[in-house]
């Protein structure tokens, strides 16, 4: 059981003081009947709540899978950049969520977001395993002995052997290539920096994957849509 006042006040419809004269209004209905007092205590799992009209979508987590654009940071505050939380509706801002993990500034693609503590810690978790597919533009020729090596573990400059990693070419010559790479850890430019150990460079990065999610075609970059709850349960399961 919660207070009215603190579910709306959380939920981003207004401050507790808003909400008081919401409930005085009469427009905000509990199981069809006019709330009395907003600090009455409800279960907003079993109650049905509408205000103003609306019926109230009550969850205590949020799932968004983002398509970050190039440009602002995975952070859910900075001080000179915008941040993938600032891109987000003011109705999902409410629930304070935070990026599960990290895209470079520059990097683009599938981030996910959520306020789910639990979930995060396991997604980032190296002994999970989470795969995350990249598609990458690299500066120079990829070939056999690239793979051999990203099959290997990379080691990179501060000396950490990263874990075996699969690389794939798409199309590789003397002008560039692209490829797709799969690694389960997340340790800081990772990707760059692997293709660094082997003497060439990033020059675009999108991540394609995360686990059994992928970047739909149709999200434009700075969308985010809600996952399923069928997308969630198996987030949860792996
Ligand atoms: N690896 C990188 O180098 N950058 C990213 O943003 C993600 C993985």
Redesign the pocket.
Known sequence: MERLDKILANLGYGSRKEVKALVKKGEVLIDGKSAKDSSMQIDPEKSEIIVSGEKLNYRKYIYLLMNKPAGVVSATFDNYDETVIDLIDDEYRAFEPFPVG???K??VGLLLITNDGELNHRLIAPKWHVD?V?YAEIDKKVDESDIKAFENGIVLDDEYKCMPAKLEILNSDENGSEVLVT?QE?K???????FNSVDKN?VF?K?ISFGPLLLPEDLEEGQCRELTENEISILKSI
Do not use: A, N
């Not at 800081?188 to 692997?194: D, G, L």
């Open positions: 990290r895209l470079d520059d990097t995350k990249y690694i997340g800081f430019h990772q990707v760059k920096r692997m990033v990065l991540r």
